[in-house]
């Protein structure tokens, strides 16, 4: 490897808070232009705010462009390469769909601007939910929950709803346990918690799958209000039994949730709602590309079957009459601009709004352009390919790594670092070890089933080259942790600062800049 | 390999007790902290309050992961080890000593019998593997 | 399909290689009577040409987004520097993940940090999370994290807190075993006066208020916070003009416990409702109570200084289902546009932008209240909303308003609440310029 001359004066950026320089500004406002009254008048000045902002930082225009762009060259970002995270579908996110999001008509729309004169905007969601009604086979569905979470919370509730109102208050309570695999994510668990559930988790087989002698056994006391489960399921494999699941589930008087996190798989494939599931969250940004944003925003609509469409979150978004079918025809725009488009509040049953408009517009644009961009027959690609990518990185990595489960993997695979660990070397060493070699790792130690899990999913958005690229820097990771265990357990050798110190970080969490902090000055990063 | 000092008494749950005439004093074992790692926190209870044999009296984080600690007997809390609130890698250190959790009156000592024995604990652990 | 680099003849080629017979044989694990047969009902894809086209003409009949907007409520027009946008897209930090390898991740970590830092600055508070998915939910999370503190399950929450978030509220405690209850506010002033609070007493887990309320009044957060307090309770205020903050007593100084905000005020477009973001901020001691991400400086073996995800130990994918809260994301990307905002404008600019709110706020006011039959209901000082009493109803008025003179003049209150017909909420913030200012009032004579 070689190694550079000198550090980049990049590497060397401080907070801003240590940029700062008393009497620098960066904003440009026009003068006052109306009377102006004397502040203690208008605004008593027990009220007014008295620490003139001390502690802000005063920099210009130019500290505030370098400041951002210097840090941004210090993340790894899809556009650079492949990110391989397993449950993440990091994949390529349009340009085009960003330009989108932009468009004045859009952007500068108010939520609460009235429905006649946002019928455009209304004409969006009214799509996005026709369209992602068909690819889940859920006719009931509201784009309204901010993220994936949000979107579980938000069905686990409908859940709740129902029995509530099936059994009435007090047999429901009897019906309390909410099922989730043991592969499952940490947001499930949580979730149910939130809709007042307690749970249990039913086993996995040698095989991966959901053990369905365990769920007939769980499902025999009367008292399971639901089964929370991904499919494929979050080791990538498709759970095959799944309608045989829902009927145990539905005849032991529960209802399916099904996590939409792995879609990527499924889209112009399979269908949820075929597979018996009741109701269902998708994550705009995961199978739906809309950008990840270093941790955000997402967007995580919740479908359901047409039974618990009365519970939806409030306002639904609907027709005044019926329209012409748009999806045969999108280029007739005439018919469905006559047709107004409507908030609907009139929803008794309603669980209520999980959050205050209509959800992350932004990103309900970006996701109808990526439906729009790829088609019916785009949309089916892209999942062959991305069970493509994931089959031939799952055929290429086999010799060298331990993979746990026989069952050809759907979008992602997951393996251990059994063969490596009795070695010394361990899941974590080679995740960093991998960015030596230019990728972001995999997802680590999830699910938790699995010792030492690496579960790696590349999306279709990675090309043959990157993907021999990764199975070669694997393999040789492979050899190291062998051949040279030390290069693996230092690693990462090639970025602007090693692992960090973790434990001591959340001994004693420093969480925001102070002025003349105490302790350690920070080195500059150059010097070492 | 984990230190099992055989003067002390062991829990299925990692936790160990050193019986002092009616007092308990309750820890973590060896092996539960290096299956933890660098603990950050300890979550402890307050003086005075009573537990049943295997209730949870708190918890033990590391970076990673965070832990239900469990009350091998039933009794009532008469010390904590405040000294953990700003020094938890004591836990890690000395977990048999400096990072003791908590001291209880113990209200039925036979518990003390259905524990395991040191020998006992080894095993078990070695079974978990 | 341009977004896919491999061929079709690459595809077949890889399956060979892995021995697969074709693409069908992929999706043997999925069954027979489960798989599609034909394509989906959705349309054939389009061109970006067609595309564009098709998505301008959606936006176009979208009037309200050309008017001249005195709309507010929870979503504000305010000007954001040409540099964040530039910045935000940024590949590094658009299309970047959660930090989870911080190694390669101190761009988003170290921005994040900042932020942290500069919700405390503003909210007066000890410690900021990476931000919550906007104020409604934030505000939500905080009346559940009050429940955990405090072991209480009584929560009362003043009625001139925004509707929505009042639903949002409810959607979130009706299983979390918490009564909310509402408080009145009073019909002169506009506000909530600690003496409404009938039902505090040492049961109760928080009370939350809103400041500037939802008509626009200033809350007296010092004296609420001392009844408060006295019952062992803890003040949670709600902010939905964050750059209130430029101007008004922060609301750590006035004695909050903890500080919910939507921060879409400050750099981040209307986007008809989303995405926002949420900002979340309270006392030290309350650190392993809060919700969602923090980031934590650490340093490495040769003593450099970075950024970490820390105390994930509160967090769902640890603790799971006696997590502090179930959230996964946060807004980052919307975070990081605040954040630049924030830099960029600096003390001055927000105390300028917020000054100029409120003194375009209170000549509009002014002469609002000398048209004859108009009137301003409530007494209570006021930010940069207030309430207007027409002498007809409201929303004929303003639809009226709207497509004669291109005006949108205000929210309706009748939206929310039947009982006021006549009365609307009129927003003006530093894009209002005084041309404008004069056109509603003239268009309302």
Redesign the interface.
Known sequence: MISKVTTHLSHNEQ???ERSQPG??????PP??????A?DE???R??????????????T?VD??R???R??????????GM?P?GS?T?????R?N?????????????????EA?????L??IYELQQ?LA??TGLPGISLQP?????G??TGV?II?AFIDARDGKEKSAQRRTMLIPDSA???N????????F??KTIKSTAEGLTDLDHLRELCGHGDVAGLMLTNPNTLG??E?N??EICDIVHNAGGLVYMDGANMNAL?????PG??GVDVIHLNL?KTF?T?????????GPCCCTKELERFL?VPRIVAQTSVCD???D?KN?HRL?SVPLRLDFNHPQS?????????????M?RAL?Y????????????T??A???A??IA?GLVSDYEKPFD??P?HEVVFTDKKQSRKGVHTLDI??RL?DYGF??MTIY?PLIVSGAMLIEPT?????Q?LDQFIDAMRSIAREALEDPELVLNA?HS????????A???RK?????KPKMSG?E??A?GR? | MANVPDNLHYSKDHEWVRVDGDTAIIGITDHAQEQLGDV??VELPKAGESFAGNESFGSV??????SEIFTPVSGEVTDVNESLNDEPEKVNKDPYGEGWMIKMKMSAPAEVDSLLTSAEYEDFTKAEE | ?R????SPD??A???R????SS?EN??????GD???RG????????S?LE??K?????????????RI?F?G???Y?H?T?T?V?H?????????????Y????????L?????F???V???T?M???N??M?????AMAEAVLMAERVTHRSKVIASSAI?P??L??A???V????IELQHSPYDSESGATSPDSLTGLDDKTAAVVVQSPNFFGC?E?I?ALSDKVHAVGALLIVVVTEAVS??????PG?CGADIVVAEGQSFGV???????Y?GLFATREKY??QIPG??????????????F?L????R?????????T????????????AAT?Y????????????A??C???A??AARRISGVEGFSLPFSA?F?NEFVVRAPVEAALLL?TL?RERGI?GG?ALS?YDASRPNDFLVCVT?TN??EQ?DALVESLS
Not at chain 1, 46 to 59: H, I, K, S, Y
Not at chain 1, 98 to 114: Q, W
Not at chain 3, 17 to 20: A, E, F, K, L, T
């Open positions: 907070l801003i808070f620098r500004a960066g904003f440009s406002l006052l232009d109306v009377d102006e009254a502040l208008i605004i008593p027990q009220f007014q705010r008295d620490d003139n902002l001390t502690g802000m930082p005063e920099v225009e505030v462009i400041h951002f762009t840090m941004s060259t210090w993340n790894y970002s899809i556009d650079q990110y995270l993440c990091m994949k390529y996110n349009s085009l960003e330009k989108v999001a932009r468009i004045a008509g859009f952007a500068n729309l108010h939520p609460l601007a009235s004169e946002a019928q455009g905007a004409q969006v369209y068909e690819i901010a993220a994936g979470a949000h579980e919370m509730m709740r994510h940490g947001t668990p949580a979730s149910a918690h939130l809709s007042g307690t749970v494999l498709f095959r799944i309608r889209v112009g494939v399979a269908r075929d597979m940004h590309s950008p990840h944003g270093g941790g955000g925003p997402g967007s979150p748009s999806a045969t999108p725009e601009k669980i209520g709004r999980v959050k205050a408009f209509y959800g992350n517009y932004g990103m644009l352009a439906i729009l961009t790829h088609g019916r027959d785009g949309l089916r690609e892209a062959e390919a069970v493509l990518n089959r031939y055929y069952s050809p759907m995740a960093k960015i972001h790792p999830f279709e958005s990675v090309g043959r990157e990462p970025t602007r600062i090693g692992r960090l110190d973790e001591a970080a959340a969490p420093v969480l925001r800049w350690k920070p080195l990063v070492a | 950050v926190y984080e590391s970076v990673k992961a965070v | 399909m977004y896919i680099p491999n690459e595809r080629e890889m399956l290689q892995i021995g697969v693409t992929l999706f043997d694990s999925v069954p489960l798989r599609l394509p989906l009902n959705v349309p054939s894809a389009l970006e595309l564009l098709k998505f301008d003409a959606m936006a176009d009949r979208n009037d309200a987004a050309r907007s709309l409520a929870g979503a027009s000007y520097p540099i946008d910045l935000i897209s940024r590949s590094e930090f658009l299309t970047a993940y959660t930090p390898q911080p190694e390669i991740s101190q761009g988003t170290q921005a994040i940090f900042e942290q830092t500069l405390c600055q503003l007066g000890d410690i900021a990476a931000s998915y906007d104020g409604s939910t925004h929505e978030y639903d949002v409810h959607t979130y009706q299983h979390a075993g200033i007296d010092q903050f430029g101007l008004l007593r922060s100084a477009p209307l986007s008809f409702g989303g995405p973001v650190a392993r991400r923090l980031v934590g400086e650490a340093y490495d073996e040769k003593g450099r200084r970075g970490v820390t105390l994930a130990t967090e769902q994918h640890i603790r799971r289902e006696k997590a809260s179930n959230i996964c994301t946060n807004e980052g990307l919307i975070a990081l630049i924030l830099e960029t404008m600096g003390p001055r600019g927000i105390a300028e932008a000054g100029q409120t003194q375009k209170h000549y000082p930010f639809a709207a949108d929210i939206r530093e310029t005084r200012i």
